[in-house]
């Protein structure tokens, strides 16, 4: 007996080799259908939590391009909506074709807004794209949530926008219902307010309606969300009503924009041109 | 006890590094470098043979809990720790001092390691895959995957060793 226990006292790593080995072989033999054995898979809490931590940093790394893609996408389905609402106001409007949608060919360009400022008078906001990715000056700017601006210079990789919160801004807008016609301008202070000038006193408007984009101007189709009217009263020389609008763009927090490659306006532009040439 | 904190230091990392970037390596679809090794290859000897083998099996149990695979890193973990005195004395025999040292370049030699790491290595790979396996209808794959990864750990232990020894 005495021997016995000296033996396996001096072969005691054998006992202990020979129970891991055991331990591990019920492990993998009996455990991989036994339900209950989740404990000993990466689903227990520990595990699930080490796991999770992992996942929430290595997430970031793919956030970038999860971003890019979901920009990407957006700017398809802005494409989209544009042509599908052209369609639809050509189907209403009636003698407008196929033909007269062929006309917004829009390309659209997504972005990200790499500095931006509001506080100014007149502010600009720069984009990570230029005429690299086929941008030029005179572009529509629009963020999802509605009208941002127009560029106004363009380097091969970026671009100055001029944003509504612009004293230099002047986009050709109309109200909604009523389609009576205006000029939004900033006036400084309120980063979320604009004035709606020219519209006439007769026109027929009221607080609530929607002001959106006229089609007048190259730069945006027909449409685009710009705000809603806030307040009303008639101008100085009473001969319209000054429109304050409630801009639907959070200029504060913009991000991501796009801009809407506009064939059309190069069209314009170049009859524009032609026409001052001949003036000079 | 700043040996031990170091020595916990080491097979954490070498859990993490496991689990969270080799077990995602697949080169070719077949080699995956199995690198928590090092920490049974390379234990000091002052460490008892059981103090040796359980840690192994710890460590082993880490990655299979991470892992999903029940057992098979700590059943080839635990087989490499109880073979690694003899092992070691298939390649280094030291002059009779019987001072404990720790398995490496260093004390070692080059040559030694290789030898040593190679045979550790390829021993503890072939049972990591064979419980994987579990069966010998694919013998190439096996073989491939076997071959594969034992040169992936080693590139990797002898990469480590050569930074270590600096």
């Known amino acids: 007996m005495k021997g016995l226990l000296e033996f396996l006292y001096k072969h005691n790593h ?8 055991g331990i591990s072989l019920v492990m993998l033999f009996s455990l991989n259908d036994y339900q209950g054995s989740v404990w000993l898979t990466s689903a227990n809490t520990a595990t699930g939590s080490v796991l999770e931590v992992k996942q929430r940093v290595t997430g970031y790394f793919g956030l970038q391009s999860e971003n890019e893609r979901l920009a990407e996408q957006n700017a398809q389905l802005t494409a989209q909506v544009f042509g599908l609402q052209q ?5 209403a409007l009636v003698r407008l074709t196929a033909e007269t949608v062929s006309q917004w060919p829009f390309g659209v360009v997504p972005a990200t807004v ?3 400022s509001t506080g100014k008078l007149n502010n600009y906001i720069t984009i990570n794209k230029g005429t690299a990715d086929g941008l030029r000056p005179d572009m529509g700017v629009i963020s999802s949530d509605g009208v941002v601006g127009v560029t106004y210079r363009c380097s091969r990789h ?11 801004s002047n986009i050709s807008c109309k109200v909604r219902p009523g389609e009576s ?6 006036l400084g202070g309120d980063t979320r307010t604009a004035q709606l000038r020219d519209v006439p006193r007769y026109a027929d408007i009221s607080v609530g309606d929607t002001v ?3 089609g007048h101007s190259a730069f945006f189709p027909e449409g685009l969300m710009v705000g809603v009217i806030r307040d009303f009263e008639p101008s100085a020389d009473n001969l319209s009503n000054n429109i304050y609008v409630q801009l639907s763009t959070p200029f504060a927090h913009l991000r991501h924009v796009f801009v809407i490659q506009n064939a059309g306006a190069d069209e314009r532009q170049e009859l524009r041109d032609m026409v001052n040439d001949k003036r000079k | 006890m700043n040996r031990t904190l170091s020595r916990i230091l080491t097979f954490v ?3 993490l590094v496991q689990v969270f970037i080799l077990n995602k390596i697949h080169l070719f679809g077949y080699a995956t470098p199995l690198l928590y090794l090092y920490f049974i290859l390379t234990l000091g000897q002052d460490v008892s043979r059981n103090k040796l083998m359980l840690s192994a099996f710890a460590l082993g149990l880490v990655i299979d809990v991470f892992s999903n695979t029940f057992g098979i890193h700590a059943a080839a973990s635990t087989l490499t720790a109880f073979l690694r005195p003899a092992l070691i004395r298939l390649f280094f025999l030291r002059g009779g001092d019987g001072e404990p040292f720790t398995p490496g370049i260093h004390a070692m030699g080059v040559g030694a390691f290789v030898r040593y790491a190679l045979l550790a290595t390829l021993l503890h790979h072939t049972l990591v895959f064979c419980l994987e396996y579990f069966s010998f209808a694919y013998l190439l794959p096996l073989a491939i995957s076997i071959g594969g990864s034992t040169l992936l750990t080693l590139m990797l232990v002898m990469a480590i060793e050569h930074v270590k020894g600096k």
């Open chain 1, 212 to 214: 959106v984009t006229s």
């Open chain 1, 158 to 168: 970026y671009s100055l926008v001029l944003p509504i919160l612009n004293g230099k």
């Open chain 2, 13 to 15: 990392v070498l859990a």
């Open chain 1, 87 to 91: 369609a639809l106001d050509s189907t």
């Open chain 1, 114 to 116: 790499v500095e931006n």
């Open chain 1, 14 to 21: 054998w006992l202990l080799f020979i129970l891991l080995e």
């Open chain 1, 181 to 186: 016609f205006g000029y939004l301008e900033w």
